[in-house]
């Protein structure tokens, strides 16, 4: 089992969090205060330098659920995952893009994509 922590369209009530219908929702959760969330229009992206701390959602998911996100989120090609420091000390993935390509984007300031 592995720990992913979602920040748009995978979070509960959007789009694509049906994907994780089978996993275990551990609960909201925010990241330590050392990140960027931009606005890609339809979806945000993290990226792994900043100060902002970003509110998402922790899941427990196996394998195969992890397999299709990472389809869904281009990993690695567009996306890549990696681990994500949560303000509760968990260890879990997330899905990360390279800053030196989309630092121009614009900047959710609140650290929250739905709260815009």
Do not use: Q
């Amino acid at each position: 089992m592995h720990n992913l922590f979602v920040y748009g369209t995978l979070r509960e009530g959007h789009m694509r969090n049906s994907v994780l219908s089978n996993s275990e929702f551990i609960g909201k959760v925010k990241t330590k205060k050392k990140y960027t969330l931009i606005d890609l229009s339809a979806f945000p992206g993290l990226l792994k330098d900043g100060s902002t701390k970003v509110t998402g959602e922790l899941y427990k998911v196996d394998s195969d659920t992890l397999k299709i996100c990472d389809r869904i989120e281009g990993h690695p090609d567009f996306y890549f995952r990696d681990f994500v420091d949560l303000a509760n000390g968990i260890e879990a993935y997330a899905y990360f893009l390279p800053a030196k390509e989309y630092d121009y984007r614009p900047v959710v300031k609140s650290g929250d994509w739905f709260k815009k």
